[in-house]
């Protein structure tokens, strides 16, 4: 029963913190591309 728990709780960490921190790196990316748009 613990292990499955445990299991459980890695694929919702796989399937939601690697996600957003793939999607803030992907904004922060963004932002600076507008960033030196604007002004520069």
Do not use: G, Q, R, S
Not at 16 to 27: D, G, M, T
């Amino acid at each position: 029963m613990e292990v499955n728990l445990l299991i459980i709780l890695i694929w919702i960490i796989l399937y939601v913190v690697l996600p957003l921190l793939f999607l803030n790196a992907e904004l922060f990316k963004i932002m600076k591309t507008l960033y030196a748009y604007f002004f520069v």
